[in-house]
């Protein structure tokens, strides 16, 4: 399943990625809060002290880490998730963040169902086929 069609700028590409990275270990992903510390307490997706990040904030977070010069990447990179979230769900939710909160299933690449962490990647790698 691709998101091809839509041509994305590198800078995008590079958040995407680095999103994917940040999120990548489950301990570094949370739910109910954009970031938390490491005694769960929620801080911003840049504060220093952050250990784990929601799918926004991961976004925030790599948003902020990556180096592009093009002020509407972030933005780009934020449509093409909804986007593919979008294709994911045939068109009934667009929000990173009810995929992140488990309240929507995202199919997998071998047709089962997933939600939360697993979903979050599954979005990620959907939107990086390009």
Do not use: Y
Not at 43 to 65: E, H, I, N, Q, Y
Not at 109 to 121: C, P, Q, S
């Amino acid at each position: 399943m691709q998101v091809a069609a839509i041509s994305i700028s590198p800078g995008a590409v590079a958040i995407l990625r680095t999103t994917r990275e940040i999120l990548s270990d489950p301990a570094r992903h949370t739910q109910k809060a954009v970031a938390r510390d490491k005694f769960g307490v929620e801080v911003g997706p840049t504060d220093p002290r952050a250990v784990c990040w929601c799918f926004l904030g991961g976004m925030s977070k790599a948003g902020a880490k990556v180096d592009t010069r093009d002020p509407f990447d972030k933005m780009e990179a934020l449509a093409r998730v909804e986007r593919t979230i979008t294709l994911l769900t045939d068109g009934l939710v667009s929000s990173l963040i009810a995929v992140n909160e488990d309240t929507v299933e995202i199919p997998g690449a071998d047709g089962e169902t997933l939600t939360g962490h697993a979903a979050v990647l599954r979005v990620l790698d959907v939107a990086l086929e390009v």
